[in-house]
């Protein structure tokens, strides 16, 4: 029987092994892609990945705000995304 540490761990070894950048490329809707500056989970490097391979994407990172940016900086999340409905 497989602990749940186990299972997590060869969930995460599963992750880093997965290649989306194909998958990132055929996104046909517009898209926006939030970055917490302070993200130690998702990396700056990552969300810049995303972006620049989803083809109609756009960028942003919140600053001070680390892998919960929706509860870190929540106003400044609501605004961004209000700005990027209209």
Do not use: C, Q
């Not at 994407?57 to 929706?70: D, P, Q, V």
């Amino acid at each position: 029987m497989t602990s749940r540490v186990d299972a997590v761990a060869k969930g995460t070894l599963g992750m880093l092994k997965l290649d989306t950048i194909e998958l990132l490329k055929s996104i046909k809707v517009r898209a926006l892609v939030v970055g917490g500056r302070s993200d130690i989970m998702t990396k700056v490097l990552a969300s810049e990945t995303m972006a620049t391979n989803i083809p109609n994407a756009t960028l942003i990172f919140l600053e001070n705000t680390g892998h919960m940016g929706m509860l870190e900086n929540t106003k400044v999340h609501i605004d961004y995304l209000d700005k990027f409905i209209k």
